[in-house]
């Protein structure tokens, strides 16, 4: 048995070598398995930026609007959302979503 090991020996560290090897471009840190795993986080992260970058824009949208110039129309609809009220002789419809 010794024998055979010996005579054999770069053909079972050939395969031992090309097992580990095989093993690690699959499954390893950066193996195909991972790439794929970081390739749709990234995905997911670019879609995220987008998001957040369009509500920033609307979050600058209406910081603009309450500069020191007041938009007296964006700010007529604020008054009426937070406190209901209305112009005289205007009726005030609440709906609630259940």
Do not use: C, H, P
Not at 55 to 80: A, F, G, P
Request: without cysteine; aromatic residues 10%; positive net charge.
């Amino acid at each position: 048995m010794i024998n055979v090991i010996k005579k054999n020996i770069m053909l079972i560290l050939s395969i031992i070598l090309i097992i580990y090897f095989s093993l690690n471009f699959l499954g390893g840190n950066r193996g195909i398995f991972a790439y794929l795993d970081k390739k749709n986080q990234f995905e997911n992260l670019l879609e995220k930026k987008l998001f957040l970058t369009n509500e920033i824009t609307k979050v600058k949208k209406i910081n603009s609007l309450i500069d020191e110039n007041l938009d007296k129309d964006y700010l007529e609809i604020l008054i009426r959302d937070k406190f209901v009220v209305g112009k005289k002789g205007e009726n005030t419809y609440i709906i609630e979503n259940e």
